[in-house]
């Protein structure tokens, strides 16, 4: 059986830095709350896990203290290795009750990698959950192949929207509904406060910095970074504010469009993130002809690259 690296090396413009999975596991004596950052679940979006280093290595340089618990994690190792979103199935779909029914059974297929990431990250996620003296909040980097302003996924449970109230940027609840097996509607399934952060296109250096300014933020909001000074925290907030209308907006998924095998899907040109849309707009193309929107709303996530099998989403402004 294949082996998954110990390490993997993240290159970006002048960065380059050789991360394992376990970036950081940093405890204090006292009880606190313990926040799990990951990136790098989808293996063609490095720069979260840049960011993570590069918070750690600032983290320690400052001597500010952690009041809690703090573990950085790399998500889809392999993936990392060769930039790719995945190999053989996509890690953020895979956590689903069957799959760790499986895992606890040992029915799952561990000759795929993913399934042995999947097995070596839910260790760790029990390991934290075991040793909780707090509220978990568990804070997933992603990146997007085509330019976004950045938004946050969550769920509506009232905990995981009072921590997604405290960053100035919209946030989309109900993809549980939708998608099945992400690691976001697991976490908020076992009742912790998760989020997903998008933070831009894969390859920008503003993702990298906004990345850097929300880790900050996700630190010091869930309590386990007291340390901070205003100005700093008032610096990082700034760094994130858009002047975009949705800013700080919550919104939930009223649809999606699932891409079936072997399906011609072709996204319709130009569509940004949060575009409004109307109910009969040409949304997309398969070989069949052209696909109608459904409903009055904004447009999430359309799909512009060739793998994964969500066309797109619409999304409806929360009452
Ligand atoms: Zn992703």
Redesign the pocket.
Known sequence: MLSISRSVEIQFNDSRVRVERIMADIRSEEDGNTVLLIGG??GN?PLGVLAMDKVLADLENSGNKINGRLCAVVGNMEATRIIK?YLYKDL?RLWTRENIDSLHYNQLDLRHTEYRELKELYDKLQELIGDLRGELFVVDL???SGPTIPFMVTNKMEKCRNYTSKFPIPSVSGLTGFLDGTLLSYVNDLGYVGL?Y?AGQHKSEQSLTRFESFIWLSLHHAGILTGLTSEFVAFHEAALTEPQASSGRSFRIISRYRIQEGEDFRMQEGFANFQSIKQGQVLAQNQNGPIYSPYDGYIFMPLYQKMGEDGFFIIREDD
Do not use: D, G, K, L
Request: glycine share 0%; charged share 30%.
């Open positions: 679940v989808h979006e979103r953020n992603h990146t997007t997903a998008e």
